[in-house]
């Protein structure tokens, strides 16, 4: 398949472009991260030594090609603040991230789905009409907020979980599921009710077209022209929504975080930025480059499984 | 004699979406026997659609208002419980509708589709339903039925497409078969092509045909009965000749008139 890997060979390009452009950003702002880790009070000789050991007296041509072959090697240089290895560093914060982000999409998918198709399936009942009002208030609530909002209803009222109370996975991954749940689902709230209107809208236009009649005639059930036949075409024009969604949530899974106490990668994202510890940050910033890029590549993969007219 | 099959009566289907309802329908009467190919026909919103539609028990809108009585075998279509109602479409009532460019369901294969109501209606196997699949797509006159089992509607010819709801509708061979303007899309060659297959299904099953179209000389070379509808009223009813040679309404005479006549 050629067309799949243009689309490869375009997303490595992106991904290179996105670190090269991050580089530059760093290199040109003001600050200096030796005077950000030695204070102000700190002497010229001894700044110019350490900006020395930190490669900062090279060259930016020169640190960026350093740089840029370390990250080919999964290197992303030495923390400014933390004198350690970047990978080290963040190495056992990604996949926590990444997991609320995957949680956050998969609970943003079910709840879509699955409230969509009963809303329109009982288009103009009094529960689609209540599902649409209750859309319109949930959509316009930010992540953030929403999440205080479970804290302070799922938390601290009805006591379902320990606000703060976060169980590593390798402690106890059930636990650690049952924790993540609430921040995953203040991540997904907002996203869900666009794809709930965008696919209700979707499945009721699919629900007048003859193919659903054709299905009807065949003798299915209404759950079965809903889930077998106009869910596929319904889902078309959402999947688009849907790359889009899970890009943005890699970054609402670092702002939720906070709210949370999870110790992913937006903590220490926040941290670096005050420190102008610019190897973390660069790390970070490629790393949800790449998370982006590939779920832009999954989106236009997803369409061609979903719609065969996309292929040949 | 032949059993009676399908007994419609008195029926009536309004509207009721706008603030004074709509009448389509009135006072529609039809029976027809085990094997009877008969034709309905009229301009286009005359109700034979409707009509149609109401007998397969699709009229299922809330705003709709349906009176009178769709006799299918012992069964009332309008008033019997919608799970007996399924249990005889596709199964017993199968239909085939006028544009097979959107009737079919664009992401699924053929072959998905042609198997559906053998899914539902029967506890055959995957592989009883792979084969009888491919023996309805070529008896349906599709050559090379495999290739056709595993592609995608847009795939396909109209006249392929078509065929394929001819195949679906056939592949538990129904008691009724209701085509509503099933040729309308068509190319005129590919339309004696479909009018032949029906033709042939209906001597080979035995399976009635309920036939709706405007085009009278198909209807003609077809049918053994025809209806004409006019504005929700069935205007004149009778064996196709009798209709054809002597029609006694002007509407009728109207659209006989209008068949084009080929002159060599």
Redesign the interface.
């Known amino acids: 398949m050629p067309t799949v890997l243009k689309k490869i060979i375009s997303a490595i390009l992106t991904i290179l472009i996105v670190s090269c452009l991050v580089f530059l950003a760093f290199s040109i702002i003001p600050g200096d991260p030796a005077v950000a880790k030695l204070g102000t009070q700190a002497t010229p000789e001894k700044l110019a030594a350490l900006r020395a050991s930190m490669g900062l007296d090279k060259s930016v041509p020169e640190r960026f090609l350093t740089w840029i072959l370390g990250v080919l090697h999964g290197d992303f240089g030495k923390s400014y603040s933390y004198s350690m290895p970047v990978t080290s560093l963040i190495k056992d914060k990604i996949p926590l991230t990444l997991m609320l982000t995957v949680y956050s999409f998969i609970l943003m998918i079910v709840l879509s789905v699955v409230l969509a198709v009963y809303a329109a399936w009982h288009e103009n009942s009094l529960i689609d009409k209540i599902l649409q009002i209750l859309n319109q208030v949930i959509m316009s609530i930010p992540p953030f907020f929403g999440g205080i909002l479970i804290t302070l209803f799922f938390g601290l009222g009805l006591k379902l979980f320990t606000p703060g109370g976060y169980v590593s996975y390798h402690v106890n991954f059930g636990r650690f599921m049952g924790y993540m749940f609430f921040p995953a689902l203040a991540i997904a709230l907002p996203k869900s009710a666009m794809a709930f209107n965008l696919l209700y809208t979707s499945l009721v236009e699919e629900g007048k ?3 659903a ?9 209404t759950k079965d022209v809903f889930y077998k ?1 106009l869910l ?2 319904a889902c ?1 024009p959402v999947i688009t929504f849907l790359g889009m969604a899970l890009a943005d949530m890699v970054a609402g899974s670092i702002v939720i975080e906070q709210v949370f106490g999870i110790p992913g990668l937006g903590r220490i994202l926040l941290t670096s930025i005050q420190n102008r510890d610019y190897p973390v940050v660069e790390a970070i910033i490629v790393i949800i480059a790449v998370l982006v890029v590939v779920s832009n590549l999954l989106v236009d993969i997803l369409y061609r499984v ?4 996309t292929r ?1 | 004699m032949a059993n009676n099959l399908l007994h419609v009566e008195d029926l009536n289907i309004e509207f009721h979406d706008h603030i004074i309802p709509e009448t389509v329908v009135y006072d529609f009467d039809l029976d027809m026997t085990e094997g009877e190919i008969v034709g309905l026909v009229g301009e286009s919103g005359s109700g034979k659609s409707m009509s149609a539609l109401a007998i397969a028990g699709l009229l299922s809108r809330h705003d709709m208002r349906k009176r009178g009585k769709i006799e299918f075998g012992d069964t009332d279509v309008l008033t019997c419980p919608r799970e007996k109602l399924r249990s005889l479409q596709g199964n017993e009532i199968s239909m085939i509708f006028q544009e097979p460019m959107t009737s079919l369901n664009p992401v699924k294969k053929i072959g998905w589709q042609v198997e559906e109501t053998m899914r539902i209606h029967t506890d055959k196997t995957a592989e009883e339903r792979r084969a009888r699949a491919l023996e309805v797509l070529s008896h349906v006159g599709l050559e090379d039925a495999e290739r056709v089992y595993n592609s995608y509607p847009h795939q396909l010819s109209g006249g392929m497409r078509q065929r394929v709801m001819i195949a679906a509708a056939m592949a538990i061979t129904p008691r009724l078969l209701i085509a509503d303007e099933p040729t309308t899309a068509l190319d005129v060659t590919v339309q004696a092509q479909i009018v032949d297959l029906l033709k042939h299904i209906n001597k080979k099953h035995n399976t009635s045909i309920l036939f709706i179209s405007h085009d009278l000389s198909l209807v003609r070379s077809l049918c053994s009965r025809v209806l004409v509808m006019k504005g929700g009223y069935v205007v004149e009813k009778g064996p196709v000749e009798e209709v054809f040679n002597h029609p006694v309404e002007e509407y009728t005479k109207k659209l006989i008139a209008a068949i084009p006549k080929v002159e060599l």
């Open positions: 077209k003859d193919y009649r054709t299905a009807f005639s065949r003798g299915n059930k036949h596929k075409n078309i979903v719609d065969p007219r040949s």
